[in-house]
C-alpha cells in the first residue's frame, strides 16, 4: 500500500514563504511524477506544478510560475514545494500526488494525499 502524506502548511501573511513536503510511503513506488494540487473553497481543484521523478522535468501553473518551486529527492521519497511571495489567492488545501500511468500524453494520478491547508492572510 502507498501512502502520500503532507506537512508544512500554516498560516502566513501575503509576502511570506512557506515549504510543503510531501513523504512516499508503502511498498516500493517508482512514480512516472509527482504533482501538487489545491482546492480552495467553492472551487475545483486545479493543478499547481509538477515534476517527473527521474530527470526532475517540472511544470507549473501560470499563476505560480516564478514563485513556486517543485522539487523532489528520490532519495527521501520526498517531493517539496517552495512557496514564496505568497497571495491571499493561493489559500487552499494543497494535495500532493503521484502518477504511474500515462495515457497518451496525460499522467493519471491515482495516488493523494490527504491535504495540507495553506491560509494566507492579507
Known amino acids: 500500500q502507498v501512502e502520500l502524506v503532507e506537512s508544512g502548511g500554516g498560516l502566513v501573511q501575503a509576502g511570506g514563504s512557506l515549504r510543503l513536503s510531501c513523504v512516499i510511503s508503502?511498498?516500493?513506488?517508482?512514480?512516472?511524477?509527482m504533482a501538487w494540487f489545491r482546492q480552495s473553497s467553492g472551487k475545483e481543484r486545479e493543478f499547481v506544478a509538477s515534476?517527473?521523478?527521474?530527470?526532475?522535468?517540472?511544470s507549473y501553473a501560470d499563476s505560480v510560475k516564478g514563485r513556486f518551486t517543485i522539487s523532489r529527492d528520490s532519495a527521501k521519497n520526498t517531493v517539496y514545494l517552495q512557496m514564496s511571495s505568497l497571495k491571499p489567492e493561493d489559500t487552499a488545501l494543497y494535495y500532493c500526488a503521484a502518477a504511474r500511468v500515462q495515457i497518451g500524453s496525460k499522467l493519471r494520478y491515482d495516488y493523494w494525499g490527504q491535504g495540507t491547508q495553506v491560509t494566507i492572510s492579507s
Open positions: 515534476s517527473t521523478w527521474i530527470d526532475g522535468i517540472t
Open positions: 508503502g511498498r516500493t513506488f517508482s512514480p512516472l511524477s
